[in-house]
């Protein structure tokens, strides 16, 4: 095997991309500074039972796992931010109060996600630790919708769902007690016919249970379904209460496109508390961005706290972009006389790309044109273009 072949589902990223990438970081987590998140990083590994604390099945099959070498402990690679970040919340800053962080950091999947998908992502997210009320999740749903438009996305659709509606039905049938991520499955497949089977397999399921997950399975469209989920499903408290907060987001943006798909509850059944949601465009395969609610998700670190958010993957989001631009530069030749590296300074001082010719090397850029060259005219340093 050729030593220089990198690991499937991993990859290089070139220079012009990985500039984007890194000014999509800045200008982002600039956005979140705006809105006042703090912004934290956490290691990249750490203790396992740490890591997965309230985090499911999931993200247990999602982390890579290796011994260390000091303490002879299993440790994670982390596969996601947010459970270190309710750890940092929940126990080393134990505010009082609205905690708004921010965060960005690579994260390694022991498997990818999808066909398309990559193991190493740059993920970058913003956390809400604190309130409960449904004004936190407004303001993470606008702040992820911001995040998209800067990077310049087109027409963004963002897609909402309440775990509590599936819930309060599994609770109300206790033939369903331990089936909960199987009926979970079945609802985000939208599998008809299994669900029509279930007696066969659970005999003292309740008909109006499966009557109210068949009902679910076609409840998705727009805005309009949570209206007609009032009608079909049963007046359960706890649904009834999903619903009510999906209708206030709703009306809270009026300016933007959503859908509802009450039956998709993804993976995030056993972790989601409240509102979960993602957003779609153009370009993408699959959900750009994704983020809900996870109360109680710091309960393992000492402090349950209510907590919202969301994150993205930066090098998934550049790459479903136009093309990156190549920036303008300006090719000087090299030499220390004391006139040319007072010109080179304040060409670079003023933001201006000024890239020195190294002596008997040919000058090739992948991520720069050079449309202006550095010249001694009449003993004078000036900048022209290049015809």
């Not at 970040?85 to 999947?109: F, K, M, P």
């Not at 087109?154 to 309440?162: I, M, P, Y």
């Not at 508390?273 to 809900?292: P, Q, T």
């Not at 220390?336 to 190294?358: C, F, K, M, P, S």
């Amino acid at each position: 095997m050729s030593n220089w072949l990198l690991p499937e589902s991993l990859a290089d990223i070139l220079p012009a991309e990985a500039r984007r990438i890194e000014e999509l970081r800045r200008n982002l987590l600039d956005l979140y500074r705006t809105y006042g998140f703090e912004l934290v990083a956490p290691p990249l590994v750490e203790y396992i039972d740490s890591l997965l604390s309230g985090t499911g099945s999931a993200l247990n099959l999602r982390t890579c796992k290796l011994v260390d070498q000091l303490s002879g402990r299993t440790m994670g690679v982390r596969a996601d931010m947010t459970p270190q970040v309710s750890r940092i919340d929940a126990h080393l800053l134990n505010r009082e109060g609205a905690t708004r962080l921010c965060y960005c950091g690579s994260v390694l999947h022991a498997r990818p996600s999808g066909l398309l998908s990559d193991r190493e992502l740059l993920q970058i997210g913003a956390e809400i630790f604190g309130h409960a009320g449904v004004e936190a999740d407004i303001e993470v749903l606008e702040l992820a919708l911001e995040s998209v438009k800067r990077a310049g996305v087109k027409h963004a659709r963002l897609d909402l769902n309440h775990p509590g509606v599936v819930r309060a039905i599994i609770d109300s049938d206790p033939a369903l007690q331990g089936a909960e991520e199987a009926i979970s499955e079945l609802l985000s497949t939208k599998d008809i016919p299994a669900i029509s089977d279930l007696p066969s397999t659970m005999p003292d399921i309740q008909p109006v249970t499966i009557k109210a997950l068949l009902d679910l399975a076609s409840l998705y469209g727009g805005p309009d379904v949570i209206a007609r989920a009032r009608v079909v499903l049963p007046a359960l408290p706890a649904l009834l209460a999903g619903l009510d907060d999906l209708e206030t987001l709703v009306r809270a943006l009026p300016m933007h496109q959503f859908s509802i798909d009450l039956a998709d509850m993804g993976s995030g059944y056993g972790y989601h508390s409240g509102v979960v949601f993602s957003i779609y465009a153009e370009g993408w395969h699959d959900a750009l961005v994704k983020g809900g609610r996870y109360d109680g998700v710091a309960k393992a670190f000492g402090r349950s706290r209510p907590a919202t958010g969301f994150s993205l993957d930066l090098r998934k989001l550049s790459a479903g972009l136009p093309p990156a631009q190549i920036a303008k530069a300006i090719r000087a030749p090299w030499g220390n006389d004391a006139a040319l590296v007072a010109v080179l300074r304040q060409l670079r001082g003023a933001g201006e790309i000024v890239v020195q010719v190294l002596p008997g090397q040919p000058h090739r850029l992948d991520e720069f044109t050079v449309d202006r060259e550095l010249v001694l005219d009449d003993g004078v340093w000036k900048v022209r273009a290049i015809q």
